[in-house]
């Protein structure tokens, strides 16, 4: 069988971006049956980006109860916490001793942070990690810890998962063919979602339009979402609006010829914001209200990964265990 995995940093609040390119697809992909789903939060991820503890354990919570809230069915998916699953971490070291480091100086995370350095005239590396710097064979053990085939993510990701079968490569190489090549799945239409100010949608450019906010909220956000100055009644370009670009990510192929049309006929920004903050509230209302009533229930949502992370380690102990095996981590007699 198809084996999917995905996962996502628990820092911050999930976003509509996170929710178009990853968790919508996956949690659709889940319903397919003749795949098994593997979905987690990747937490000890988030410590690179983030060593506010609080902050780190109440964004486990919410990306958990996003999970939820917006159907991922857990009898069906194995749904689990990456630090519930010791041997991610075991097999990261091992992983760690066969990655080339030369590929790791190529990561597009770490090249932004010494170029940022650079710029400022800082040495290279200051204040980059070993976490940061080590990131990519963190993710690549999350995904071949599973034998994943697919992985379902935003464009941002591609060169993650490249880095992923690189690093399969070489230890099936050297020591045995434990290791299923993964592959990136991005849907074109929806890469990557942009937030308010036209960028990326990013947590870390403080532009993002959160997924469960309340109602008035959202409409607030939608509202604050970059526009040209065009006046009512002047043509408007949907190629280079966000407000047409997250229209599109939410509303069927019909309604996107339709509000392309309502561009060029000139659609008032007040307007077109408008009818964007009824369409998507309409697609998240009611898991909004199933966010919230988990959102006071911690006790059920812990037991939920507790459980997805038992059915998880059923196939990461065996595989952890071969691996030991296959580079001579062995039992003595
Ligand atoms: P993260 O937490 O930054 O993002 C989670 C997922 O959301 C996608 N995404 C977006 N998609 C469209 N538009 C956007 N504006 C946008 N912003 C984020 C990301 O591409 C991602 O798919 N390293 C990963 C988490 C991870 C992982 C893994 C993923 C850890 N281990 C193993 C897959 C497999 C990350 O930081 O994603």
Known sequence: KKRVLTGITTTGTPHLGNYVGAIRPAIAASRDTSSDSFFFLADYHALIKCQDPEHVASSSREIAATWLALGLDTEQAVFYRQSD??????LTWVLCCSAAKGLMNRAHAYKAAVQVNEEAGEDPDFG??????????????DILMFNAHQVPVGRDQIQHLEMARDIAQRFNHNYAELFTLPEAVVDDNVAVLQGLDGRKMSKSYNNTIPLFLPEKQLRKHINKIKTNLLEPGEPK??????????????????????MRAEFAAGIAWGEAKKQLFEL????LAAARERYNALMEDPGYIESVLKRGAERAREHSAPLLAKVREAVGIRAMG
């Open 85 to 90: 699953i010791p041997e991610i971490t075991e």
């Open 128 to 141: 980059v990690t070993m976490g940061l710097f080590n990131y990519p064979v963190l993710m690549a053990a």
């Open 237 to 258: 370009d949907p190629d280079d609006s966000t407000v047409f670009q997250v229209w599109s990510a939410f509303a069927s192929a019909e309604e996107t010829a339709r």
């Open 280 to 283: 998507v509230n309409d697609e």
